[in-house]
């Protein structure tokens, strides 16, 4: 059974109305990320990230899985080793029918604790309430992974990354570390097809990629079908 390994950015979600972050429209375009997605922006104003976060809930709440969420949820359906690794905090391969997905930068869906960052609780609904508390008795915050903050998850990840016979990459500018580092863990002799309509930083590896120029929804179903057919046919 192939080892493969996905890895995700906001560019799978852009055709589902989300949008990305450093694209011409992008939110790092419209908020300073001093003020929304640093620790010291939540120490120093905690209500203006809740709103931040609560109208990305909102949003991502209202969003329906596309095309290639639901060619990536039936890979792993297909080829149950895949392991889908997202930087997204949107739910929308779960949604998909994924279920191996592993969030880096935390999930839209939950909260957590101010004072232990893998101790989560959900979210019903959109809103979260500034005051609210965790059971271990903190302030609950939008679980998600602030810039200069520790990515808990990335060590699991780069595991997963160094067993891959396949790798597949979709919609990521590759700007953000240690995320983006986690392509050097994959074994050279892996093939890596990135799907984006972009010209992410391929550095180093761009003689190991192969780029499938296009838009999710366009190069993802058709990747997929081409790799079931030739790995689990
Ligand atoms: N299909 C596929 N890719 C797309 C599409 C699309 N329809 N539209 C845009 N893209 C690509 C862009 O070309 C770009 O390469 O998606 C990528 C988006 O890049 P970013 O906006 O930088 O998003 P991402 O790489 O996920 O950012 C990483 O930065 O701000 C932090 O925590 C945040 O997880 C995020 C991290």
């Given at each position: 059974m192939k080892k493969i390994v996905v890895f995700t950015g906001a560019g799978v979600s852009a055709e589902s109305g989300l949008g990305t972050f450093r694209?011409?429209?992008?939110?790092w375009e419209k908020y300073r990320v001093e003020d929304i997605c640093t620790h010291e922006a939540w120490e120093r104003n905690p209500q203006l990230c809740v709103d931040f976060y609560n109208a990305r809930r909102r949003d991502a709440l209202a969003a329906q899985p596309n095309a290639a969420h639901v060619a990536l949820a039936r890979l792993q359906q297909t080829i149950p080793s895949t392991q889908i690794i997202t930087q997204n905090i949107d739910d929308l391969h779960e949604r998909a029918g994924a279920k191996k997905v592993l969030h880096l930068h935390g999930e839209i869906t939950k909260l957590r604790s101010n004072i232990n960052e893998t101790a989560t609780v959900p979210l019903q609904g959109w809103e979260q309430h500034y005051g609210d508390r965790h059971p271990d008795g903190s302030l609950l915050r939008p679980y998600i992974v602030f810039f200069g903050e520790g990515v808990p998850y990335f060590p699991e990840a780069c595991e997963q990354a160094s067993e891959a016979e396949l790798m597949i990459v979709v919609g990521t500018s590759l700007n953000v570390y240690p995320a983006a580092s986690?392509?050097?863990?994959?074994?050279?002799q892996t093939p890596i097809y990135f799907v984006d309509p972009g010209q992410p930083?391929?550095?180093?590896?761009a003689s190991r990629i192969q780029h499938i120029q296009k838009k999710a929804t366009e190069g993802v179903p058709a990747l997929v079908e081409q790799i079931i057919k030739q790995y689990a046919e």
């Amino acid at each position: 059974m192939k080892k493969i390994v996905v890895f995700t950015g906001a560019g799978v979600s852009a055709e589902s109305g989300l949008g990305t972050f450093r694209d011409s429209d992008g939110l790092w375009e419209k908020y300073r990320v001093e003020d929304i997605c640093t620790h010291e922006a939540w120490e120093r104003n905690p209500q203006l990230c809740v709103d931040f976060y609560n109208a990305r809930r909102r949003d991502a709440l209202a969003a329906q899985p596309n095309a290639a969420h639901v060619a990536l949820a039936r890979l792993q359906q297909t080829i149950p080793s895949t392991q889908i690794i997202t930087q997204n905090i949107d739910d929308l391969h779960e949604r998909a029918g994924a279920k191996k997905v592993l969030h880096l930068h935390g999930e839209i869906t939950k909260l957590r604790s101010n004072i232990n960052e893998t101790a989560t609780v959900p979210l019903q609904g959109w809103e979260q309430h500034y005051g609210d508390r965790h059971p271990d008795g903190s302030l609950l915050r939008p679980y998600i992974v602030f810039f200069g903050e520790g990515v808990p998850y990335f060590p699991e990840a780069c595991e997963q990354a160094s067993e891959a016979e396949l790798m597949i990459v979709v919609g990521t500018s590759l700007n953000v570390y240690p995320a983006a580092s986690l392509l050097q863990y994959v074994p050279k002799q892996t093939p890596i097809y990135f799907v984006d309509p972009g010209q992410p930083l391929f550095g180093t590896y761009a003689s190991r990629i192969q780029h499938i120029q296009k838009k999710a929804t366009e190069g993802v179903p058709a990747l997929v079908e081409q790799i079931i057919k030739q790995y689990a046919e």
